[in-house]
């Protein structure tokens, strides 16, 4: 069972930057897929982020491409997202997620996730 732990939220000013991690334990050395997804309140949870473990591809949903970066160094069974530019429709918990294949873990339905860390961007 993989456990996955979110850190770096917080609150931050409108064209700010927060840098996200999200640290792995348990079984990890398997080539896990992660992502990073967001939920604003009152809103369905939605996919932000996602990079293989071999860090050869990166997917990004639109509203984030140019401003975020996700990144992982798999020696540290770490995720980070880099959030630069910050908006206030960025504001929402972030949760990380985990599992083999790329499309499983987009579609929201990996077998892994974290707690989630609050981001709040004030205007």
């Known amino acids: 069972q993989v456990q996955l732990v979110e850190s770096g939220g917080g609150l931050v000013q409108a064209g700010g930057s927060l840098r996200l991690s999200c640290a792995a334990s348990g079984p990890t050395n398997r080539a896990y897929t992660m992502a990073w997804f967001r939920q604003a309140p009152g809103k369905e949870r939605e996919f932000v982020a996602a990079i293989r473990w071999s860090a050869t591809n990166t997917y990004y949903v639109d509203s984030v491409k140019g401003r975020f970066t996700i990144s992982r160094d798999n020696a540290k069974n770490t995720v980070y997202l880099q959030m630069n530019s910050l908006k206030p429709e960025d504001t929402g918990v972030y949760y990380c997620?985990?599992?083999?294949?790329?499309?499983?873990?987009?579609?929201?339905?990996?077998?892994?996730w974290g707690q989630g860390t609050q981001v709040t961007v004030s205007s």
């Open positions: 997620a985990a599992d083999y294949a790329m499309q499983t873990v987009v579609d929201g339905t990996a077998n892994y």
